[in-house]
């Protein structure tokens, strides 16, 4: 069992950066893949990209290419996910989720509302 | 637009059974693993049905998945008040080497 704790809502200007974090306890961090999945009000669930934990080798998302990027620490079992040139339809709750191949994604963050506006 | 198309809503009364179905292409459903997960309002969605059919620990018998070709379905029987919430397929797509959801069946519980 993992627990995954994110960082707090953020408000960001068009064309800025956000950078959230997901702190793992519970498990062996390096065991697991961890993806980030957003969810825009009133929408439905758009994943990301992954990140394997142990090698920190990633995957994006076409959509998100050359503008997002997921690392981790792993002294601190915790993962980022950094999201640049911000635009007003970025305003989403960003979920960090944890699971080992094939096994689904059984453990989410509790979620970070990221608010882009003027 | 999803990848993976799934009927916007559906309903059901307390005690009835209810399927959700979840289609898609030979380069996702077709070719991989389909999961299922359940978002509550307000919540983080929860795993419900990984490996097309299986349960994890904890998940009540009274969900259960299936796939047949390039379609699959999320079935719930002894319908409750507290099932109801959104209800998304998710498969790996070996075209687009990335993750796909379907665009969400919201159950309501009449």
């Known amino acids: 069992q993992v627990q995954l704790v994110q960082s707090g809502a953020e408000v960001k200007k068009p064309g800025a950066s956000v950078k959230v974090s997901c702190k793992a306890s519970?498990?062996?961090?390096?065991?697991?893949?961890i993806n980030w999945v957003r969810q825009a009000p009133g929408q439905g669930l758009e994943w990301m990209g992954w990140?394997?934990?142990?090698?920190?080798?990633?995957g994006y998302a076409q959509k998100f290419q050359g503008r997002v990027t997921m690392t981790r620490t792993t002294s601190i079992t915790t993962a980022y996910m950094d999201l640049s040139s911000l635009e007003s339809d970025d305003t989403a709750v960003y979920f960090c989720?944890?699971?080992?191949?094939?096994?689904?994604?059984?453990?989410w963050g509790q979620g970070t509302l990221v608010s882009v506006s003027s | 637009q999803s990848v993976l198309t799934q009927s916007p809503s559906v309903s059901g009364t307390p005690g009835q059974r209810v399927a959700i179905s979840c289609s898609g292409s030979s380069s996702n459903i077709g070719s991989t693993y389909v999961y299922w997960y359940q978002q509550l309002p307000g919540t983080a969605p929860k795993l419900l049905i990984q490996m097309n059919d299986r349960r994890p620990s904890g998940v009540p018998d009274r969900f259960s998945g299936s796939k047949s070709g390039t379609s699959a379905s999320l079935a719930i029987s002894g319908l409750r008040s507290d099932d109801e919430a959104d209800y998304y397929c998710?498969?790996?797509?070996?075209?687009?080497?990335?993750?796909?959801f379907g665009g969400g069946t919201h159950l309501t519980v009449l």
């Open positions: 990140m394997n934990a142990d090698s920190g080798n990633t």
């Open positions: 989720t944890a699971g080992r191949a094939n096994s689904g994604w059984a453990y």
């Open positions: 519970g498990d062996i961090f390096t065991t697991y893949e």
């Open positions: 998710a498969a790996w797509d070996d075209s687009l080497s990335a993750s796909v």
